[in-house]
């Protein structure tokens, strides 16, 4: 069996044609353009955030204390701003790379989108179908954008439907992944700080991301987390709030299909999985556990992983460390996976996957809330 081998293009769903060029550059980012970029998005995150809070204050966009809430104090929301703040400056320089400009551009589409929705669901307040047309709203834009590669041997006719579909769940689970995830101080920012990297890792050791700019997006995107965590690491003075939540699922949503376009190995992007598997296992883990309690899926609950942990006695930054922790595990699990057969790869990626869904069981993770151990063991 060829090592990670490419298995072909494929099917393309959804390619634009402004996408096609960029996707079919070739050579890779400089490695100093790349650190430059990271300090670079740091910066401006720490600066826009900064900004951004004070505007939170202005307009009253704070989060107040309350039963699903682990601060005893307002905190200002719209930290996601920062992020969208570093996040142009990747986009700019993928636009400058010449072939990447058109993808840079239709890209602010799927990422303006999510971020006004999660700002409008902070301001305003928005039902759960408001939401998820919202949110598969991005997921077809981002369909539109780029490709997903499919199996050769899937009929076009079928392909043509599950490749768009695929990008579409990849956005609502994400999304609702990340904003599950932003409960205590740090954890959104470090999980997502964690599967920026390795997606960065993954698009640029694979030498298929090129001037596509999978790896500066990625690397604008934990430049710009690290920023954010300045004001938000223990205790928080902002949060990313639904508009940060939405645009950070969204990016890693577009990272992980540019991780399954035609020129990516297999295993490369079977490791891509892992390296957005807190997120999504968190979703997955509260849909379980509302579903046994015979509860809406959409109503809150304190029954999270690190409200567990809390509850059987962690501090909220052991807590959430722990929690950052188990990413860079999975984001590990990942990037071990480059370097495997397909079969190597879709075998440890998935025993990591069954692992995490034992472990969770063991833990009492997906037990209803009320039924929850004290403490697993």
């Known amino acids: 069996m060829v090592r990670g081998g490419t298995l072909g293009v494929g099917r393309m769903a959804g390619l634009s044609p402004l996408a096609s060029p960029v996707l079919a550059g070739t050579g890779a980012w400089p490695p100093w353009v790349l650190a430059g970029l990271g300090v670079g998005a740091a910066l401006v995150g720490i600066v826009a955030t900064y900004g951004a809070m004070g505007l939170a204050r202005r307009v009253g966009l704070v989060d107040h204390p309350g039963r699903l809430k682990v601060q005893d104090h307002p905190v200002p929301y719209l930290g996601g701003l920062g992020v969208a703040a570093a996040l142009a400056l990747g986009l700019g320089l993928w636009a400058g790379a010449g072939s990447g400009r058109g993808t840079a551009l239709v890209l602010l589409a799927p990422l303006a989108l999510a971020l006004g929705l999660g700002v409008t669901d902070d301001a305003r307040g928005l039902t759960p179908w408001v939401r998820l047309a919202g949110e598969v709203a991005t997921g077809l834009l981002v369909a539109w954008a780029l490709p997903v590669r499919l199996p050769a041997a899937v009929p076009a006719a079928l392909s043509s439907v599950l490749g768009p579909a695929a990008a579409v769940v990849a956005v609502v689970v994400l999304v609702n992944g990340c904003n599950m995830v932003d409960g205590l101080d740090g954890l959104a920012g470090g999980v997502g700080t964690v599967s920026a990297v390795g997606l960065a890792v993954i698009l640029g050791a694979s030498g298929a991301g090129g001037l596509g700019g999978g790896p500066v997006l990625a690397v604008a995107l934990g430049g710009g987390l690290v920023g954010f965590l300045v004001w938000n690491h223990p205790p928080a003075r902002v949060y990313l709030g639904d508009g940060g939540a939405y645009l950070v699922g969204t990016v890693l ?45 959409t109503s809150g609950d304190r029954g999270h992983v690190y409200d567990r942990m809390t509850s059987w006695g962690w501090s909220p930054p052991l807590a959430s460390a722990a929690c950052i922790a188990v990413q860079v595990a999975l984001a590990g699990a990942g990037l071990g996976a480059m370097g495997l057969p397909t079969a190597g790869a879709a075998a440890l990626v998935g025993g990591a996957g069954v692992a995490l869904v034992l472990a969770a069981t063991w833990s009492g993770l997906l037990a209803p809330t009320e039924g929850a151990r004290s403490r697993p063991g």
């Open 253 to 297: 949503a577009v990272l992980l299909v540019l991780c399954w376009h035609g020129g990516m190995t297999w295993s490369s992007s079977l490791g891509a999985l892992a390296a957005v598997a807190y997120p999504a296992a968190e979703l997955g883990f509260a849909m379980v556990r509302r579903y046994r309690a015979g509860a809406s899926l």
